[in-house]
């Protein structure tokens, strides 16, 4: 299932070893693991730990850099995405506006070393991290949410070329 996504990319002044193409792929798999068929939209930042720092400070009054940070339009189901996505949809655009998401690369960076991997496999994974974040999925709990969560971003990320632990 090919879904036209609209991505807005913002990079402030990195030098990233990553392509606008991955993380595209990275994003159209999500949106199709998860079933998700309508045209939609998603912007894109791509940072540093100051800059995440200060949009992590500014919306959730966290004072601290982080690697990744959602912004979802909705209040979505995990797994269960709405039959009808009319009332989602922008009117000027015909798009569902699935909303924000904010990487710092500089932290990518350092968790690929940390875990021993790839900086485009961490940008990758935190990318399909966040999109599952738009679409309703969460791990405040330790448990059962967290667990989901993990599978997900497991199997869509071995069914992408170049994420290979």
Known sequence: ???KINISYQCFDIKAPFTASHISKCIAATLEA???GVPC???????DDVGIHGVNL???QIDRPTDVLSFPMFQLQPGNPPTDWEEYKDPETELV???????SLERAKQQAKEFGHSVKREVGYLTIHS?????GYDHLDEGPMKKQMREREEA???SIPGMSR
Do not use: F
């Open 1 to 3: 299932m090919k879904t």
């Open 34 to 36: 998860e079933k998700i």
């Open 41 to 47: 939209e998603i912007n894109v930042l791509i940072t």
């Open 58 to 60: 500014a919306s959730r």
């Open 97 to 103: 506006p699935l909303g924000d998401m904010c990487i």
């Open 131 to 135: 999109v599952l974040h738009l679409l």
């Open 156 to 158: 869509i990320a071995s």
